[in-house]
């Protein structure tokens, strides 16, 4: 009777060790997985915001925007007689279509009187599509006649201020008449001087404080 006992007491002892090994075993916690993140997968934020930040780069990036171009005008052109800053003058930039060209100082080299434009396009070279570029003028069109292009027309420039850009196909963004200039300018950033540069308006010109 007694040997039943100490073998009952062993096996209820060996029971209770076996029930405590599987009890130690780490779970995962429920509530600690739901709060784990997988880095490796991007949300929807970030991709958001990655779209984001390649539409604006469209949007400016200038960086092959050709610096230097030929003192050559489009056909049918005509210099304004009596433009705020004449020939030969200097005046400060106050717009940046590239870099260092805001408060740099501009040499005029040309002052003329025509239609601008902000255009939307695809580069023949493919690539991304440029939006808001400034500026072409009405000239740079020439199959239009003399009237003035309205804002979503669409047609094909022989402008080539930028690679990709000549016979391309553009939306016109907004059009505006003024007087446009072409200048020389020396970089704020350094640099070689930039030379019979197309185009700046009359209101991305300020004079030169005495």
Wanted: proline share 5%; aromatic share 4%; hydrophobic share 30%.
């Amino acid at each position: 009777m007694r040997r039943k006992k100490v073998i009952l007491a062993l096996v209820a002892i060996t029971t209770a060790i076996i029930l405590s090994a599987c009890g130690g075993t780490d779970e995962a916690d429920p509530v600690e997985e739901e709060n784990q993140v997988d880095e490796s997968t991007p949300n929807e934020e970030d991709s958001q915001n990655e779209e984001g930040a390649e539409q604006e780069h469209s949007e400016t990036d200038h960086s092959d925007m050709d610096h230097s171009g030929s003192s050559e005008v489009p056909t049918g052109l005509k210099e304004e007689e009596n433009p705020k800053y004449e020939v030969g003058s200097k005046a400060i930039i106050t717009e940046a279509h590239m870099e260092g060209m805001e408060e740099a100082e501009a040499t005029i080299v040309g002052a003329y009187d025509t239609y601008v434009y902000t255009i939307s396009y695809t580069p023949t070279t493919g690539g991304e599509r440029i939006t808001d570029h400034k500026w072409v003028i009405h000239e740079e069109f020439p199959e239009i006649g003399d009237e003035p292009l309205e804002p979503g027309e669409e047609a094909v420039t022989d402008a080539s201020h930028m690679t990709g850009m000549e016979g391309a196909t553009v939306e016109i963004d907004s059009v505006e008449e003024t007087t446009v200039y072409m200048i020389d300018f020396t970089p704020t950033t350094g640099g070689e001087e930039v030379t019979n540069h197309k185009w700046v308006t009359e209101s991305e010109l300020s004079p030169i404080q005495e």
